[in-house]
């Protein structure tokens, strides 16, 4: 008897449409199945991390923290709502530009409120330099219990600077104005405060005051506007003005002035 041997079934992969091209006029719909089963696979998100993937940012630190979120995301820190979160780029791209936003229509009203201040107030103010000082000083919190400085330092700060500035004739009402809105308003605020520092020791001087720099720095780390509006008091004080919101200027006659500067010059010494 001859003995028929059938060859071995190999085993066979899983049609693809690349393998049924030939038919593809024949079984259309097999190509459409099989592209609708992967359809999840393909519209799984995945993101890179930086140095490895995950399906999505939140999941990129795996209990490792930041040093695990990279790539396309990022840390978010505490100027983000969400803080300590791994977030996409697209966040931090959106907080940029709405930080830029914010910071440039507060810049422009400051500029308005500057412009009316500088014609309505400054111009009306004479120079400490014409004064013999008295040397009159107040706390760091007195401002706190004046309403108009009170809401001057709030409100407009960079401008209240501005004036102490150009009044002792440290520095012009302009450059002192943008400078202190640009170390304040912006990451530049520890170097803000050296340069308030070393600007508050100089008016210390002109103003008969002996203050170290050391505790100017910490008045402005920690209470900027009220170093500010204690200075605004000495510097109106010694002008003998009451400047009131908004931009309404009273300054005493010269010879009242003089005589209550060398009063309290007696009384100093």
């Avoid at 300590?84 to 810049?107: M, W």
């Avoid at 120079?127 to 000082?133: I, K």
């Amino acid at each position: 008897a001859i003995r028929t041997q059938t060859p071995p079934v190999r085993p066979t992969l899983a049609p693809s449409c690349a393998s049924m091209i030939g038919g593809m006029a024949r079984r259309p719909l097999v190509c459409v199945a099989l592209a609708l089963a992967s359809a999840p696979q393909l519209a799984m998100a995945v993101v890179d991390c930086g140095g490895h993937f995950a399906a999505s940012c939140d999941l990129c630190p795996e209990d490792q923290g930041q040093s695990w979120c990279n790539g396309q995301c990022f840390w978010a820190t505490q100027e983000i709502d969400v803080a300590g979160s791994c977030l996409p780029k697209e966040y931090e791209r959106e907080g940029t530009i709405g930080y830029y936003i914010i910071l440039g229509f507060t810049g422009f009203l400051m500029l308005i409120y500057a412009c009316a201040y500088k014609s309505q107030v400054l111009r009306k103010l004479p120079d400490l330099s014409d004064y013999e000082v008295g040397g009159r000083e107040v706390g760091l919190f007195e401002c706190c219990k004046d309403k108009n400085t009170c809401c001057h330092i709030l409100f407009c700060m960079p401008v209240v600077a501005g004036k102490n500035y150009k009044a002792a004739d440290v520095m012009g009402f302009w450059p002192g104005c943008i400078l202190t809105w640009l170390t304040v308003h912006t990451p530049l605020y520890l170097v803000g405060v050296c340069i308030r520092a070393v600007l508050a020791l100089k008016m210390s001087m002109i103003l008969g005051h002996e203050r170290s720099f050391l505790k100017l720095c910490c008045f402005n780390t920690f209470c900027m506007p009220c170093d500010v509006g204690r200075e605004s008091l000495e510097v109106d004080g010694e002008l003998g003005a009451t400047i009131s919101c908004c931009c309404d200027v009273y300054v005493q006659p010269r010879v009242v002035t003089d005589a209550e500067n060398a009063k309290e010059r007696m009384c100093l010494g």
